[in-house]
């Protein structure tokens, strides 16, 4: 555990030994908290657009950017729907890159049958007050290479064998590496440890939810410019969060405007982080047309697990009185 994915994804960066001069590909719709954990090791980080249907990173743009000073690929899970790892595995050991999944929304997800997590060199997690389980803040790192094992301990232990001491492996702990203060507090952990006893009713709570948001709205498509998400075969749904996308920015925002009127607070979501005024003049130039649209046209539903189906009708009522109202 640590104290935010934040952390786990700074500590996959140490572990992946990102240092500057390297180069780190991962998509530009995404928090920023993905960018900053290699930013802060000197690596200048490569975006790549997302896939057109789904907002994940497009394998074939991850090969079209590296180079020879490529060290590692970070993958986001949006909304705990798998990117196509398959792709992206077979990608990373050709050209010896290290892969970081940042499935901050993807607990209890799948690809393939495989946990999402579970495939990359690192997996990190969030408990967010915004996920599936909560400690207000917290993370997880998951270390999917075992020779990393002993290094990310001490890491997480500020740089040195504190936790080889306290196994009676050493007579005293020193410093030995470099690390932070990773490690949450017995209360976060405890927190979330109430919550892990009620994972599976939670998670079937929230699947529900996400299906009864997807039954009532499907029929729209084709009717109104909406479109539900797409979940590929090989992926599966989590209930972190729902969104539709819309057709323009425009629409969006006017919808935004008419839920907030009738009660219902929906949401935008990522802003592009390659558009980002932090980042803005870092940035190759290149135009990631598909980032740039999902960012304009997401659409977030309330989605909670306290949520009701009634609330759930009244929101999706009010979604189709907007385009009935504005002449869709």
Not at 28 to 55: C, E, H, I, Q, Y
Not at 125 to 135: C, G, L, Q, Y
Not at 185 to 197: K, R
Request: aromatic share 12%; net charge neutral; hydrophobic share 40%.
């Amino acid at each position: 555990m640590t104290t935010s994915c934040s952390d786990a994804l700074e500590m996959s960066a140490l572990l992946c030994r990102i240092g500057p001069g390297d180069e780190v590909i991962m998509p530009s719709f995404t928090f920023m908290s993905t960018a900053n954990a290699f930013l802060v090791r000197g690596a200048k980080v490569v975006f790549a657009d997302t896939l057109p249907d789904v907002p994940n990173i497009d394998p074939a743009e991850i090969e079209r950017l590296i180079t020879t000073k490529t060290r590692a690929i970070v993958v986001v899970h949006y909304s705990g729907i798998a990117c196509d790892m398959d792709r992206i595995m077979e990608m990373a050991r050709r050209y010896n890159l290290c892969v970081v999944e940042d499935a901050a929304h993807a607990i209890d997800s799948y690809y393939k049958g495989r946990p999402l997590g579970s495939i990359g060199d690192f997996g990190t997690f969030s408990f967010h007050e915004t996920k599936n389980i909560i400690s207000g803040e917290g993370g997880l790192l998951i270390i999917n290479q075992p020779d990393q094992g002993n290094r990310a301990e001490i890491i997480w232990e500020k740089g040195t064998n504190r936790a080889a001491f306290y196994r009676g492996e050493v007579d005293k702990y020193g410093w030995v590496d470099i690390g932070s203060s990773y490690l949450p507090s017995d209360a976060v952990a405890a927190f979330l440890y109430a919550q892990i006893i009620r994972f599976d009713n939670i998670q079937n709570r929230r699947k529900k939810l996400w299906w009864t948001y997807y039954n009532l709205l499907k029929p729209l498509e084709g009717k109104v410019p909406l479109k539900c998400p797409v979940i590929p075969d090989f992926a599966t749904i989590n209930g972190n969060l729902f969104h539709v996308t819309v057709s323009s920015g425009e629409t969006r925002d006017r919808a935004l405007e008419y839920l907030k009127k009738q009660g219902v607070h929906a949401l935008f979501h990522y802003l592009p982080l390659h558009s980002s005024p932090y980042y803005l003049d870092k940035h190759d130039g290149r135009s990631l047309p598909n980032t740039d649209r999902f960012s304009a046209t997401i659409l977030r539903l309330p989605f909670y697990n306290s949520l009701r189906k009634s609330q759930v009708k009244f929101i999706v009522g009010k979604i189709a009185e907007f385009f009935q109202v504005n002449g869709f």
